[in-house]
Structures are given as structure tokens and as C-alpha cells.
């Protein structure tokens, strides 16, 4: 349909998509608004309860793909029908083993609600009333991408390590319960699952490594030997630490560290690019 002619038209038009979506009948929606013959804005909204981070990263290159072929979505439909694919759910035992793995990481971590206040911590919370979004500067974030690179690591992971350790130094902690995001899109059938596909789950961090590529391998080795048990359910983990519910602070860990992720198209014929709405 017609675009909007005005930024403030364009930003009410993409609020009502989002006041649309609803977990019981509507909990995703794409919409096509159109500029002009060859000028077009995408726009799609998806409910938290199925969509997480790392189906952002999915939904772009999966969308150009789908582009590119415009048949293909028929045809992993039938693929996935002839092979008839079923995902299994995690059995007692590894949720068992898995919990046990993430609750030794956390053994001289500090409870979930470790962190120094300055005034006193509220009853409750709602769900972004403690997040908040960290950036570097350019320079900042060209240096820790390179020293990535030359490590071999993930660029996040060395975030993360930088972000924990000042942390952990202002706060004056050796130690720092943290939750990170765990990919459950590895195997074939998760691949083509609607839902979350990200388990956020607890590992502790030590910062008390004598240099930051001490503490940085130490975290990025514990990351890898946890990642087996991603799929490990949060309820046994709290079940195994003897975890309460407490609606003031999440009951495993102090801060999560999750990387935003931006869109990224790749339409052949097109010129695509995120569009900032202010």
C-alpha cells in the first residue's frame, strides 16, 4: 500500500503494526509500503514470544534466498514433508547434565542480585526496567573486532569479556554471574522451527585472569564447552542451583549481554538499506 508521506506519518504507521501483533492471533505481520514505482519500505514486526535476536540474523539472508529462487519456499515445504523431520525434546538426563554444567561455572558467582545499589532495590521490575544498550565508539569497536579476528573468536565474545571485565572492576567483583545468548538453530529440523531460537542461560565469569586475552580465552572456552548443553531447560538449571523466584532481579544471573542484530537484505536487482525512523 502507499507509504506515508512524512517521517511522523511513517513512525504512527509502524506503531500500529507493532499494537497489532498479539501472541493469540497475530504474532507476526509484514507489511509493503510503496513509494514509488521502484521505491519501496519493508516492514516487519514480530511478537517477542517468537521471535528473538538470532531470528533476525536468520529472517535476512532466508528472505534474499527466497528472493533470488521465488520458488524455494515451495519446495522446502515438500522437502520437509517427504523426509518428515520431527524435532526431539531434551530427555531427563541431558537436562540433568546440561543443568549441572551451567551450575558449576556458577559456583563462586554471587547471587543474581549481587550487584551494589544505591538505593533500595525495588519489589519488582518489569522487563526493561534494568536493560539498557551499550556502544562503543568506532575506534573502540575496529579494535576489539581486530584483536577478534587475530584470536579467532566471535567479535560478541570479546564484547562481552570487555564489557564483564570493567564491570566486574567498578563493581569490584572477581566474579560476575552473566547470561548469554546460546544458538538453537544448529540442527536441520530446528532450522525450520518458528519460534525462539536463542536460550538464554547462566555462565559465570572469572576477571580475576592476569591480562584481558587470559580472561578472554578462559570465557570463550567456557562458552564452547557449554554450548552442547544450549538446550538445557532455564527451569532445571534454576532447579539445580536451588534458585527462587524473586520478581526483583532474574535468580541466575546479575546481567545478560545479548547482541542486537540488524536486518540485512540482499535482493537481487535491488539496493536495500535500513531506513532510520525518527
Known amino acids: ?26 504474532p507476526w505481520k509484514a507489511v509493503l509500503l510503496k513509494h514509488g514505482a521502484d521505491d519501496h519500505t519493508f516492514v516487519f514486526a514480530a511478537h517477542r514470544t517468537i521471535w ?21 519456499l515451495a519446495e522446502a515445504n515438500a522437502s520437509r514433508e517427504e523426509t518428515g523431520e520431527a524435532e526431539q525434546d531434551v530427555t531427563a538426563s541431558q537436562a540433568a547434565e546440561g ?28 522487563v526493561t526496567a534494568a536493560g539498557f544498550d551499550l556502544s ?10 581486530q584483536t577478534a ?36 538453530s ?5 532450522r525450520r522451527r518458528l519460534g525462539s531460537l536463542t536460550a538464554i542461560l547462566p555462565l559465570g565469569f572469572d576477571a580475576s585472569a592476569p591480562t584481558f ?5 578462559a570465557f570463550a572456552e567456557r562458552i564452547r564447552n557449554s554450548a552442547v548443553h544450549a538446550a538445557t531447560p532455564f ?21 545478560a549481554c545479548i547482541e542486537d542484530a540488524d536486518l540485512a537484505l540482499t535482493l537481487e536487482g535491488c539496493e536495500t538499506h535500513l531506513r532510520p525512523v525518527v
Do not use: M
Request: glycine share 6%; with cysteine.
Open 1 to 26: 500500500r502507499p507509504c506515508p508521506a512524512t517521517d511522523a506519518a511513517l513512525a504512527e504507521e509502524l506503531d500500529a503494526v507493532r499494537h497489532s501483533l498479539s501472541p493469540e492471533s497475530l
Open 52 to 72: 528473538d535476536e538470532r531470528s533476525t540474523t536468520l529472517l535476512g539472508p532466508e528472505l534474499s534466498a527466497l528472493y533470488a529462487q521465488r520458488g524455494a
Open 99 to 126: 543443568a549441572h554444567a551451567f551450575a558449576t561455572t556458577l559456583l563462586d558467582a554471587p547471587p543474581g542480585h549481587g550487584f551494589p545499589t544505591k538505593g533500595p532495590r525495588p519489589k519488582s521490575q518489569d
Open 136 to 145: 562503543f565508539d568506532e575506534s573502540t569497536r575496529a579494535l576489539l573486532t
Open 149 to 184: 579476528h587475530a584470536w579467532g573468536l566471535a567479535p560478541f565474545v570479546v564484547q562481552a569479556a570487555a564489557v564483564l571485565h570493567v564491570l566486574a572492576y567498578h563493581c569490584g567483583q572477581d566474579k560476575i554471574a552473566v547470561g548469554l545468548p546460546f544458538d538453537l
Open 186 to 190: 544448529r540442527g536441520p529440523a530446528e
Open 213 to 217: 586475552e587470559a580472561l578472554t580465552w
Open 235 to 255: 527451569e532445571a538449571v534454576a532447579k539445580e542451583l536451588g534458585a527462587r523466584s524473586d520478581p526483583s532481579a532474574n535468580p541466575l544471573f546479575q546481567i
